[in-house]
């Protein structure tokens, strides 16, 4: 079992910058590749940014390449996303998750996920 808990969401204006954070507990957090996902009122949850188990490999979204990096602190059992030049349509709750799958943007396919955390970006 793996416990996530996001952290870091808020209000910011269009063209600002947020980082998100997710603590892990569990089984050794090492053991998963993890991703982060968001879901705007109404949409389906879709795929954001992934990370490798030892964090060497990293993938994104086309909507947001360029803007959001992911990275992890295995020591500190700590994924994170830097978003920046933030958006209105980038307002959503965001989720981070565990995954057995290096690489997978499929949702499915992640087996544990945190509460969310809401962002929100105003015009």
């Known amino acids: 079992q793996v416990q996530l808990v996001e952290s870091g969401g808020g209000l910011v204006q269009a063209g600002g910058s947020l980082r998100l954070s997710c603590a892990a507990s569990g089984r050794t957090f090492s053991s998963y590749a993890m991703g982060w996902f968001r879901q705007a009122p109404g949409k389906e949850r879709k795929f954001v940014a992934g990370?490798?188990?030892?964090?060497?490999?990293?993938y994104y979204a086309d909507s947001v390449k360029g803007r959001f990096t992911v990275s992890s602190d295995n020591a500190k059992n700590t994924v994170y996303l830097e978003m920046n030049s933030l958006k209105p349509e980038d307002t959503a709750v965001y989720y981070c998750a565990a995954s057995s799958v290096v690489g997978s943007t499929r949702s499915y396919e992640y087996h544990y996920w945190g509460q969310g955390t809401q962002v929100t970006v105003s015009s």
């Open positions: 990370i490798s188990r030892n964090g060497g490999s990293t």
